[in-house]
C-alpha cells in the first residue's frame, strides 16, 4: 500500500503539523518507503490471534476514590506561554 | 591522587567508604572533566551547583554513617527524564525551556539512595533515533576513535564538522557517550526499541533494557508507552546491578508498574552459571551479517560454555516481523503521546491566525523530521479504514512474538544470546542520504524484547579488527534480570572492559 499526495497533505492535517507544499513529496517517499517495509506484515497468518493489549498480564489496580492532588494552579500553569490568573491563553475560539 | 573519573562507580564507592576522597571531590573531577569534554556534546545542561550542593549534602550523610547504596555517586540523567526545578526537554525544540515542577520516579530514587546529578544528557528528539543525530541540540560523538584515525585527525574532526566521527549510538547517544568518556560514573537512559543497548554496544559499555514494569515511566517524557521502559548506562555488569536496585521498584504513580520486590542485583554477580542453559536463536542469523559480528557471537557462546552454561540453539520464527510490527506500534503511539505539545500549555508557542493554525505552526517548527515523519505515520494506521489492517495486525505479531520466546523459556531456557546490534558504531552523517528503514535497522536484533516486553543486558564482547567494540545482548525471562547480570558477568570478566583514551 502507498500513499498519494493528497493523503499526504490529509495525514499531516489530522496531525496537526502544518507541512507546506514543497515538503510534501520528501515526506510522501519517506512514509512509502516505511508503508513498503512493513507491508510483509502480510504474510503471517493471525488468524485466531488476540492483538496485544498488555505485554505483562497484570490486572490494573483499582485505587481509592479520593481527591489525592489539586490545589497548585500555579505549577499547572507554570510552563504556560501564555497565562493570566492560573488560565491558559489562546486564539478565540467561539466568535 | 589519581584521576577520579576514571573509577567505576563500585571503585568510588569503596573509595568514599574508606574516605579515600570526599564526594564533592569526586563531583569535582568530573565536573573538571565535562567543561573539558564540552566539544562530545554529550551534556545539554550542566548542573555544577546543584552537583556540589548534592555532594556537600552526601558527604555529610557519610560522615554520619547515613549512607545511602549510591552515596555521593555522580550520574548523569537523560533528558527525557523530568527534574524538577531544572530544564527537561527530551532534546526537542517543541519543549523550550520547560523547567518541570516535580521529579520523576526513577531519579528521585536515585537522589534518595545518595546519588549526585551532574546534568542533563543528550539524546535524539523524543528518544527517536539510533544515532543521536535527530537532537535538537545536535549529534553526539562517539569517544571511541574511528578504524584508524590518529587523535590529532580527530581533534580536527571535532572542531569542524565532526563528520566521520563515530556516533555514540540512540536515542541515550549522550548517555553511552559520558559513561564512555569518563563524564559520569552511570548514567540514566531509556529504551523504547533498543535505546539502552545500541548506544551501550557502540561504545563499550553496559547497559540493561529491565523488564517492562519494572521502573516506573512516571515523569519520563513518553514515547511509546507499552515499550517504553528506563534502565542504567554504566562502565561494569556491577555498576549497571547497582545503579538499576535503586531504579526499579513499584510506584502508584504508574498503573504499569509492577507491585514486586526488587532484589539487590548485585547479589547477582558472581553467582554460577553453571548448568543454565542459553538459547542461540537461528534466526538472528541475518542476511548479510558481518563475519566479526558472527564471530563475536560464537565466542560469547564459548564463555558462557567454559563458565558451566549449556548452549542450544532454538527457534524464536516470528523474528523477522518484529521490526516492521515495531514500526506501526511505536508510531501509533507516539503519534497519541505528542498530541499533548500544542504550544499552549508548555513549551514552543508559534501564533497562528486561529487555534488549528496555532496548534500546526507550534508543532511544525517544535518537531524535528523524524518525530514529524512518526506523528504522521502513527496518525495514518490509526486512522479510519487502516486501524484492522496495520495496528490491529500489528498487535496480533507482537502477541506472536512474544509467544515465540515464552515457548523457548517453557522448554527450559534460561536466557538467550544474540549479538546486540548488527554492526559497530558508524559515522556521523554517514546515514543522512539512506533512507529512513536504513537507520531503523540497527535495532533488529533489541527491538524483539521489547515487543516481547523482556529485559535484556547489552555489554561489550569483543572488538572488531579496526578496534571498535562490538556488543552482545543476554535475553532474560519476564523479570530475571538477575540471571543476565550473573551471565553478564562471567562475559566480562573474559572479554574485559573495552576503554576510550581521552582525545578531545
Redesign the interface.
Known sequence: ?S?DAA??RR?????????PEQDVPV?Q???N??LG??????E?N?DG????????P?A??M?DDVVTDGE?AG?V??????SEDHY?L????VE | MTDLTQLTLTEARKGLAGKQFTAVELAEAHLVAIEAARALNAYVLETPDQALAMAKAADARLARGEAGRLEGIPIGVKDLFATEGVRTTASSRILGNFVPTYESTVTSQLWRDGAVMLGKLNNDEFAMGSSNETSAFGPVVNPILPANWSAEKARAALAGDKKGLLVPGGSSGGSSAAVAAHLCLGATATDTGGSIRQPAAFTGTVGIKPTYGRCSRWGIVAFASSLDQAGPIAKTVRDCAALMTSMAGHDPKDSTSVDRPVPDFEAAIGRSVAGKTIGIPKEYRVEGMPAEIEALWKKGADMLRAAGARIVDVSLPHTKYALPAYYIVAPAEASSNLARYDGVRYGLRVPGKDITDLYEQTRAQGFGREVKRRIMIGTYVLSAGYYDAYYLRAQKIRTLIKKDFEDVYASGVDAILTPATPSAAFGIAEMADADPVQMYLNDIFTVTVNMAGLPGLALPGGTDAAGLPLGLQLIGRPFDEETLFSLGAVIEEQAGRVTAARWW
Open positions: 500500500m500513499v493523503t499526504v495525514i499531516a492535517r489530522l496531525s496537526r503539523i502544518a507541512l515526506m517517499a519517506e512514509i518507503a516505511i517495509f512493513v507491508e510483509q506484515l502480510g503471517v493471525v490471534v488476540e492483538p496485544m493489549t498488555s505485554v505483562t497484570m490494573l489496580k485505587r497548585k505549577k500553569t507554570a510552563n504556560a506561554p501564555q491558559f489562546v486564539p478565540k475560539v
